[in-house]
């Protein structure tokens, strides 16, 4: 099992980013997945998940309205738009697939939230 994920960057408060994820190992297309986020200092927070089939979508507070979360079983990758950045996004950010045992973490994507 293996995660990649890519697209972070350095942007401007107000900028935008989408992150992909790829996943390999296991059937992409039968497990929901999600992204999460870890700031400097702070523990591991989950922003957005997603259903296997991609018809169900959850967001945390933090970020709904600004980032969507989206998936394309096709090409075995997860994607997250985010918009309306804010220098509290700043984060590396994975992505996982929750009930997936035993548990892999990528080496995650760096966002940077500066002017």
């Known amino acids: 099992v293996q995660f990649v994920e890519s697209g972070g960057g350095l942007v401007q408060p107000g900028g935008s980013l989408v992150l992909s994820c790829l996943a390999s190992?296991?059937?992409?297309?039968?497990?929901?997945m999600s992204w999460y986020r870890q700031a400097p200092g702070k523990e591991r927070e989950l922003v957005a998940s997603?259903?296997?089939?991609?018809?169900?979508?959850k967001h945390a507070d933090s970020v709904k309205g600004r980032f969507t979360i989206s998936r394309d079983n096709a090409k075995n990758t997860m994607y997250l738009r985010m918009n309306s950045l804010e220098p509290e996004d700043a984060a590396v950010y994975y992505c996982?697939?929750?009930?997936?045992?035993?548990?892999?973490w990528g080496q995650g994507t760096l966002v940077t939230v500066s002017s």
């Open positions: 996982n697939a929750p009930l997936l045992v035993p548990e892999v």
């Open positions: 190992g296991f059937t992409f297309s039968r497990y929901d």
């Open positions: 997603i259903s296997s089939a991609g018809y169900s979508l």
